[in-house]
């Protein structure tokens, strides 16, 4: 299909990083599909796009790329898009790892002192 519109060039209008981007993304598209297996296809381009992400060599130039996995991805998945108002919910992924470091570092130190 075709779009009204350019995700790329929303992306950049929005101004927040590709990665930002996708973890909202994350939070919040399944609000908005009607077919679980529209969902499916969805995560899957929402998997490619976390894999672009967490590469370190080369990350400048394949934040664009994950930007547009994702956006496109979601976008052309959604066959049965269920409409609405529905309030956009924040990522817990920054406080999910945030405590899965703190957790981890409280081991540490929970080890070292029985010795």
Known sequence: GELA???EESLQQAQI??????????????N???DVADVADA???LSDSELLLSKW???DALQG????????????AN??????????????RWQDEASVRRERVMEQLGGRGGA
Not at 21 to 30: E, P, R
Not at 65 to 76: C, D, E, I, K, P
């Open 57 to 59: 060599e080369g990350r």
């Open 32 to 34: 908005f599909f009607g």
């Open 17 to 30: 990083g590709e990665g930002i981007f996708t973890d909202f993304l994350h939070a919040n598209y399944l």
């Open 65 to 76: 790329y994950a930007g547009s996995v994702s956006s496109r991805g979601v976008l052309f």
């Open 43 to 45: 995560a899957a381009h």
């Open 79 to 92: 066959h049965s898009v269920v409409s609405g108002f529905t309030a956009l919910r924040k990522p817990t």
């Open 5 to 7: 519109f350019v995700p």
